[in-house]
Protein backbone atom coordinates (compact mmCIF):
# COMPACT_ATOMS: atom_id res chain seq x y z
CA UNK A 1 0.00 0.00 0.00
CA UNK A 2 2.86 2.39 0.49
CA UNK A 3 2.99 3.36 -3.14
CA UNK A 4 -0.19 5.23 -2.71
CA UNK A 5 1.69 7.76 -0.53
CA UNK A 6 1.52 10.43 -3.15
CA UNK A 7 -2.51 9.24 -4.13
CA UNK A 8 -3.58 10.09 -0.74
CA UNK A 9 -1.22 13.41 -0.20
CA UNK A 10 -3.09 16.21 1.68
CA UNK A 11 -5.59 14.06 2.77
CA UNK A 12 -7.33 14.00 6.23
CA UNK A 13 -8.38 11.27 8.43
CA UNK A 14 -9.08 10.39 11.76
CA UNK A 15 -8.91 7.24 13.99
CA UNK A 16 -9.97 6.42 17.54
CA UNK A 17 -8.79 3.51 20.07
CA UNK A 18 -5.47 4.10 17.82
CA UNK A 19 -3.28 3.67 20.89
CA UNK A 20 -3.33 -0.16 20.13
CA UNK A 21 -4.40 -2.22 18.27
CA UNK A 22 -6.74 -2.11 15.22
CA UNK A 23 -6.83 1.56 15.53
CA UNK A 24 -3.39 1.54 16.11
CA UNK A 25 -2.15 -0.23 12.69
CA UNK A 26 -4.96 1.59 11.01
CA UNK A 27 -2.89 4.76 11.91
CA UNK A 28 0.47 3.96 10.60
CA UNK A 29 -0.72 2.57 7.37
CA UNK A 30 -2.31 5.64 6.83
CA UNK A 31 0.62 7.78 7.44
CA UNK A 32 2.83 5.58 5.55
CA UNK A 33 0.53 5.70 2.72
CA UNK A 34 0.92 9.97 2.91
CA UNK A 35 -2.01 10.91 4.90
CA UNK A 36 -2.61 13.45 7.55
CA UNK A 37 -3.62 11.35 10.64
CA UNK A 38 -5.88 12.67 13.88
CA UNK A 39 -4.98 9.74 16.13
CA UNK A 40 -7.03 9.63 19.12
CA UNK A 41 -7.21 7.25 22.49
CA UNK A 42 -8.85 7.10 26.10
CA UNK A 43 -5.11 6.07 26.75
CA UNK A 44 -2.53 8.49 25.26
CA UNK A 45 0.47 6.02 25.74
CA UNK A 46 0.84 3.94 22.29
CA UNK A 47 0.22 7.07 20.56
CA UNK A 48 3.75 8.14 20.62
CA UNK A 49 5.11 6.00 18.12
CA UNK A 50 2.73 7.27 15.33
CA UNK A 51 4.99 10.63 15.43
CA UNK A 52 8.00 8.25 13.90
CA UNK A 53 6.04 6.92 11.42
CA UNK A 54 4.52 10.24 10.19
CA UNK A 55 7.97 11.89 10.41
CA UNK A 56 9.35 9.33 8.19
CA UNK A 57 7.05 9.42 5.69
CA UNK A 58 6.80 12.78 5.32
CA UNK A 59 3.14 13.65 6.64
CA UNK A 60 1.72 14.97 9.96
CA UNK A 61 -0.02 13.08 13.06
CA UNK A 62 -2.18 15.10 15.36
CA UNK A 63 -2.53 12.77 18.49
CA UNK A 64 -4.53 13.27 21.78
CA UNK A 65 -7.11 11.88 24.81
CA UNK A 66 -10.55 10.93 23.34
CA UNK A 67 -13.30 9.59 25.00
CA UNK A 68 -16.30 8.61 22.47
CA UNK A 69 -18.96 8.63 24.96
CA UNK A 70 -17.99 12.48 25.29
CA UNK A 71 -19.67 14.92 22.83
CA UNK A 72 -17.21 17.96 23.10
CA UNK A 73 -14.09 15.87 23.23
CA UNK A 74 -14.88 14.75 19.60
CA UNK A 75 -15.42 18.61 18.89
CA UNK A 76 -12.33 19.24 20.39
CA UNK A 77 -10.89 16.32 18.94
CA UNK A 78 -11.73 17.15 14.98
CA UNK A 79 -11.12 20.70 15.43
CA UNK A 80 -7.35 19.78 16.16
CA UNK A 81 -7.13 17.84 12.79
CA UNK A 82 -9.67 19.39 10.43
CA UNK A 83 -8.76 22.79 9.23
CA UNK A 84 -12.43 22.78 6.62
CA UNK A 85 -12.98 19.12 5.76
CA UNK A 86 -12.07 15.51 6.45
CA UNK A 87 -12.11 12.60 4.28
CA UNK A 88 -11.64 9.81 6.62
CA UNK A 89 -13.62 8.72 10.15
CA UNK A 90 -12.50 5.51 11.38
CA UNK A 91 -14.41 4.53 14.01
CA UNK A 92 -12.93 2.37 15.57
CA UNK A 93 -13.03 2.76 19.20
CA UNK A 94 -14.40 -0.34 21.50
CA UNK A 95 -14.81 -2.39 23.94
CA UNK A 96 -15.85 -6.07 24.61
CA UNK A 97 -17.05 -8.94 27.04
CA UNK A 98 -17.06 -12.01 27.34
CA UNK A 99 -18.87 -14.62 29.28
CA UNK A 100 -22.23 -15.55 30.55
CA UNK A 101 -25.09 -12.60 30.17
CA UNK A 102 -25.96 -12.50 33.71
CA UNK A 103 -22.28 -12.94 35.28
CA UNK A 104 -21.63 -10.11 33.55
CA UNK A 105 -21.80 -6.85 35.58
CA UNK A 106 -24.51 -4.51 34.67
CA UNK A 107 -21.93 -1.71 34.64
CA UNK A 108 -19.91 -3.64 31.90
CA UNK A 109 -22.93 -4.05 29.77
CA UNK A 110 -23.57 -0.21 30.05
CA UNK A 111 -20.13 0.66 29.04
CA UNK A 112 -20.55 -1.88 26.23
CA UNK A 113 -23.53 0.18 24.71
CA UNK A 114 -22.10 3.60 25.34
CA UNK A 115 -18.71 3.23 23.78
CA UNK A 116 -19.61 1.11 21.00
CA UNK A 117 -22.47 2.34 19.77
CA UNK A 118 -23.13 5.85 21.35
CA UNK A 119 -19.15 6.43 20.83
CA UNK A 120 -19.81 5.38 17.25
CA UNK A 121 -22.99 8.05 16.94
CA UNK A 122 -20.99 10.56 18.65
CA UNK A 123 -18.46 10.01 15.99
CA UNK A 124 -20.55 10.43 12.96
CA UNK A 125 -22.51 12.97 14.30
CA UNK A 126 -19.71 15.39 14.85
CA UNK A 127 -17.60 14.93 12.06
CA UNK A 128 -20.42 15.51 9.28
CA UNK A 129 -20.04 18.73 8.99
CA UNK A 130 -16.49 18.20 7.98
CA UNK A 131 -16.91 15.06 6.19
CA UNK A 132 -19.80 16.44 3.93
CA UNK A 133 -16.99 19.30 3.02
CA UNK A 134 -14.28 17.08 1.52
CA UNK A 135 -14.61 15.58 -2.36
CA UNK A 136 -14.56 12.09 -1.44
CA UNK A 137 -15.19 11.56 2.30
CA UNK A 138 -15.57 8.17 3.80
CA UNK A 139 -17.46 7.26 7.07
CA UNK A 140 -15.71 3.19 8.05
CA UNK A 141 -17.01 1.88 11.37
CA UNK A 142 -15.45 -0.94 13.06
CA UNK A 143 -18.34 -3.82 12.94
CA UNK A 144 -17.97 -7.55 13.69
CA UNK A 145 -18.87 -10.50 12.13
CA UNK A 146 -20.89 -10.50 15.14
CA UNK A 147 -23.45 -8.88 13.47
CA UNK A 148 -24.07 -11.43 11.46
CA UNK A 149 -26.19 -13.85 14.08
CA UNK A 150 -26.46 -13.07 17.93
CA UNK A 151 -23.56 -14.79 19.49
CA UNK A 152 -23.80 -16.55 23.15
CA UNK A 153 -20.96 -15.23 25.62
CA UNK A 154 -20.82 -12.02 23.35
CA UNK A 155 -24.87 -11.21 23.75
CA UNK A 156 -24.42 -7.14 24.37
CA UNK A 157 -21.24 -7.09 22.79
CA UNK A 158 -23.42 -8.76 19.36
CA UNK A 159 -26.45 -6.02 20.05
CA UNK A 160 -23.86 -3.26 19.57
CA UNK A 161 -22.25 -4.62 16.77
CA UNK A 162 -25.98 -5.07 15.36
CA UNK A 163 -26.47 -1.66 16.32
CA UNK A 164 -23.54 -0.12 14.54
CA UNK A 165 -24.57 -2.45 11.44
CA UNK A 166 -28.21 -0.25 11.39
CA UNK A 167 -26.35 2.68 11.98
CA UNK A 168 -24.16 2.08 8.80
CA UNK A 169 -27.08 0.79 6.78
CA UNK A 170 -29.25 3.55 7.12
CA UNK A 171 -26.78 6.21 6.74
CA UNK A 172 -25.31 4.74 3.88
CA UNK A 173 -29.09 5.68 2.33
CA UNK A 174 -29.18 9.14 3.98
CA UNK A 175 -25.34 10.49 3.28
CA UNK A 176 -25.55 9.30 -0.50
CA UNK A 177 -26.73 12.84 -1.16
CA UNK A 178 -24.20 14.35 0.73
CA UNK A 179 -21.67 12.46 -1.21
CA UNK A 180 -20.37 10.27 1.45
CA UNK A 181 -19.43 6.59 1.01
CA UNK A 182 -20.80 4.90 4.39
CA UNK A 183 -19.44 1.28 5.22
CA UNK A 184 -18.09 -1.27 8.44
CA UNK A 185 -15.97 -3.92 8.44
CA UNK A 186 -16.93 -7.30 9.44
CA UNK A 187 -13.45 -9.32 11.01
CA UNK A 188 -14.02 -12.40 13.21
CA UNK A 189 -11.40 -12.54 16.12
CA UNK A 190 -8.67 -11.00 16.06
CA UNK A 191 -5.44 -10.76 18.40
CA UNK A 192 -5.12 -8.18 20.12
CA UNK A 193 -5.55 -7.41 23.22
CA UNK A 194 -9.73 -7.39 23.56
CA UNK A 195 -9.34 -11.35 23.52
CA UNK A 196 -6.44 -11.62 25.42
CA UNK A 197 -7.72 -14.69 27.59
CA UNK A 198 -11.35 -15.32 26.87
CA UNK A 199 -11.74 -18.66 26.06
CA UNK A 200 -15.74 -19.26 24.22
CA UNK A 201 -17.11 -21.60 22.56
CA UNK A 202 -16.57 -19.63 19.01
CA UNK A 203 -13.07 -18.89 19.82
CA UNK A 204 -12.79 -22.72 20.61
CA UNK A 205 -14.08 -23.38 16.95
CA UNK A 206 -12.80 -20.84 14.96
CA UNK A 207 -9.36 -20.40 16.68
CA UNK A 208 -8.16 -16.65 16.59
CA UNK A 209 -6.42 -16.32 12.81
CA UNK A 210 -6.51 -12.52 12.25
CA UNK A 211 -4.10 -9.88 13.55
CA UNK A 212 -4.36 -6.14 13.66
CA UNK A 213 -2.22 -5.17 10.43
CA UNK A 214 -4.45 -7.53 8.28
CA UNK A 215 -7.72 -6.10 9.66
CA UNK A 216 -6.05 -2.21 9.35
CA UNK A 217 -5.01 -3.58 5.54
CA UNK A 218 -9.03 -4.68 4.99
CA UNK A 219 -9.50 -1.03 6.14
CA UNK A 220 -7.72 1.09 4.19
CA UNK A 221 -8.43 -1.66 1.02
CA UNK A 222 -12.44 -0.63 1.40
CA UNK A 223 -11.71 3.02 2.01
CA UNK A 224 -9.55 2.85 -1.21
CA UNK A 225 -12.91 0.55 -3.54
CA UNK A 226 -15.34 2.97 -2.10
CA UNK A 227 -13.72 6.05 -3.20
CA UNK A 228 -12.72 4.27 -6.75
CA UNK A 229 -16.37 2.86 -7.30
CA UNK A 230 -18.30 6.43 -6.19
CA UNK A 231 -19.44 6.44 -9.74
CA UNK A 232 -20.62 3.58 -10.94
CA UNK A 233 -23.89 2.88 -10.99
CA UNK A 234 -24.73 -0.14 -9.12
CA UNK A 235 -25.32 -0.66 -5.22
CA UNK A 236 -22.26 -0.60 -2.89
CA UNK A 237 -21.18 -3.45 -0.70
CA UNK A 238 -21.58 -1.90 2.51
CA UNK A 239 -20.39 -4.58 4.70
CA UNK A 240 -16.94 -5.75 4.53
CA UNK A 241 -15.86 -9.18 5.75
CA UNK A 242 -12.58 -9.75 6.75
CA UNK A 243 -11.11 -13.28 6.37
CA UNK A 244 -12.22 -15.77 4.94
CA UNK A 245 -13.82 -17.39 7.98
CA UNK A 246 -15.92 -14.44 7.97
CA UNK A 247 -17.05 -14.40 4.34
CA UNK A 248 -17.91 -17.46 4.07
CA UNK A 249 -20.72 -16.87 7.04
CA UNK A 250 -21.53 -13.72 6.03
CA UNK A 251 -21.98 -15.27 2.72
CA UNK A 252 -24.30 -18.25 4.32
CA UNK A 253 -26.02 -15.91 6.26
CA UNK A 254 -27.30 -14.25 2.84
CA UNK A 255 -28.74 -16.96 1.59
CA UNK A 256 -29.84 -19.48 4.50
CA UNK A 257 -32.98 -19.49 6.28
CA UNK A 258 -33.27 -17.61 9.83
CA UNK A 259 -33.45 -21.34 11.32
CA UNK A 260 -30.43 -22.31 9.64
CA UNK A 261 -28.14 -19.51 10.52
CA UNK A 262 -29.35 -20.10 14.17
CA UNK A 263 -28.52 -23.45 14.30
CA UNK A 264 -25.05 -23.22 12.79
CA UNK A 265 -24.46 -20.28 15.22
CA UNK A 266 -25.21 -22.49 17.86
CA UNK A 267 -23.02 -25.24 16.89
CA UNK A 268 -19.79 -23.18 16.51
CA UNK A 269 -20.85 -21.51 19.78
CA UNK A 270 -21.33 -24.27 22.00
CA UNK A 271 -19.15 -24.82 24.74
CA UNK A 272 -17.46 -28.13 24.85
CA UNK A 273 -19.17 -28.81 28.78
CA UNK A 274 -22.99 -27.26 27.26
CA UNK A 275 -26.01 -29.90 27.78
CA UNK A 276 -27.41 -30.53 24.65
Same mark, same amino acid.
Request: hydrophobic content about 45%.
Given at each position: ????????????????????? #?????????? /??? @?????????????? +????? &?????????? $???????? !???????????????????????? *??? $????????????????????????? &?????????????????????????????? *??????????????? +?????? @????????????????????????? #?? %?? !???????? +??????? &??? %??????? %???? /???????????? !? &????????????????? *??????????????
Amino acid at each position: MAGNSEQHSGRVAVVTGAGRG #IGHATAALLL /RNG @WRVGAFDIDTHGLA +ELKDI &ASAHGTTVVT $GPLDVRDA !QQWRDALASVCEDHLDLLVNNAGL *LAA $GPFVDTDLERHRALVDVNVLGTING &AHTAFPYLKKADRPVLLNLGSASAIYGQPD *LATYSATKFAVRGLT +EALELE @WAEHGIAVLDLWPLFVNTGMVKGVN #IG %AI !QSFGVRLN +ETDVAAA &AVA %AVDRSVK %ARNR /RWPRNVHRAVGI !Q &ARVLAATAQISPNWANR *LLTERLTRRPNAHL
